[in-house]
């Protein structure tokens, strides 16, 4: 069919594009309904497409874990009154989960692994700069890096976690930066310590750097703090326990991780809760987004209404406009002639509604009147997304509409290029 349309618009493009003008405003009371109809529909398509093309570019990037293989152990904890030693129960876990066949590494960390839903932030001075930053803080044991195959500092982790050495490595921002792009944001290999703006203002030495990371798909890359784990965080309850095993570990490898394992780690007073794939806990993550599969519905219920309405327009225009057709036909206009005509008239009411749309959309983007009305929004600050968005959106809209546009205006301009000459006329 697309190519019957355009080839139909490629053989009749010599059509006077003046006529077709004289055309439209001739019929501008119909027309006028319909080029507003397509400046409604266009805008709304534009932002659904903006949010889209945000959310796909988010989920397609990289995340900065390696997260095949991934299994993640939950630990239960009853009720005690003694004080147990934490530290040496978790390198107890440690040691015996390590063991099991196919185990290849295991972390432990706290408001660091992917997909988890926790995070924490404070705000830090970068070298001796008086600009406050925002930062994310991860703390982790040195089999974090092994486990999600994140790339470890040039130097290596030897004496990282020190007792008092208060020593970080950090990661970048989208942009390679390290504070808050653009205010106060310092080349990585610049950044040497960090000082704390709570009361102790304490300071950080940088030993090291590693490579950007998000929490999710449709998370942003946020400048990062990577701590030891202290003594005191080794709780295996409120731990992220992580173990990544050998690609042939089998289907049933959870299953029989907790039959075999129960009694090992039952290091009182913790408990084996439970053993999660990391599939499931990306899965029940993205399942979540249900302002995604709004703007999915959206959109879909408009490209029904779309075909639906301009079906339904242009066969109304056709009927009302049999004879001259029909004259159009009698004076020697070919079949494959009107439907270029309508095609054309189709394409060129579509181009003036998306130059009124486009204009009313980039306007209503610099303000804050959608994220006040709560509808889903791209974020181009943190998806790295600059002014070429716009070119993007209009292209992407535009498109879409002239698709569905030539698609529903096919019958109508079949049918009006079979009227017989001296009916119409005699309609008439």
Known sequence: MFKHIFTIIWNNRRHNGWLILKIIWNERKTNGWITLEYILVFCVLWFCIDYLYYMGKSYLEPTG?????????????????????????????????????????????????????????????????????????????????????????????????????????????????????????????????????????????????????KDGYFETYFSCML????????????????????????????????????????????????VISHKDIKKTWTETLNSLKGVYAITTFLFINIFLGIIGTFWYRTQTRRSEIGLRLALGATQNGVKAMIFMETILILFIASIVGVNICVNIGQTVLLETLDIPISNRVQGGIGNEQEFINYALTFGLLAIISLVAAWYPARQAAKIPPAEALRDE
């Open 227 to 274: 701590f030891p784990l202290e003594k005191q965080d080794y709780d295996l309850s409120e731990l992220q326990i992580y173990m990544r095993v050998s690609p042939d570990a089998g289907k049933n490898f959870e299953e029989e991780f907790k039959r075999q394992m129960r009694d090992q780690l039952a290091l009182d007073p913790y408990f084996l809760a439970s």
């Open 65 to 213: 874990f390696n997260v095949e293989n991934i299994y993640q152990i939950d630990m239960g904890k009853k009720i005690t009154k003694e004080t147990p030693d934490k530290e040496a129960l978790a390198m107890t876990f440690l040691n015996r989960v390590k063991q099991y066949p196919g185990v290849e590494s295991v972390s432990f960390s706290k408001y660091a692994a992917p997909f988890a839903g926790w995070n924490y932030i404070s705000s830090y001075y970068i070298n001796t700069d008086t600009n406050m930053v925002s930062l994310r803080m991860r703390w982790i044991s040195d089999g974090f890096f092994d486990v999600f195959k994140i790339n470890k500092p040039a130097k290596g982790l030897q004496g990282w976690g020190t007792p008092g050495s208060k020593e970080v490595i950090i990661t970048p921002d989208r942009n390679g930066y390290f504070g808050s792009y653009p205010e106060a944001a310092f080349p990585l290999n610049e950044v040497k310590k960090l000082t704390s703006t709570d009361k102790d203002s304490s300071v950080y030495t940088v030993i090291g750097t590693a490579d950007k990371m």
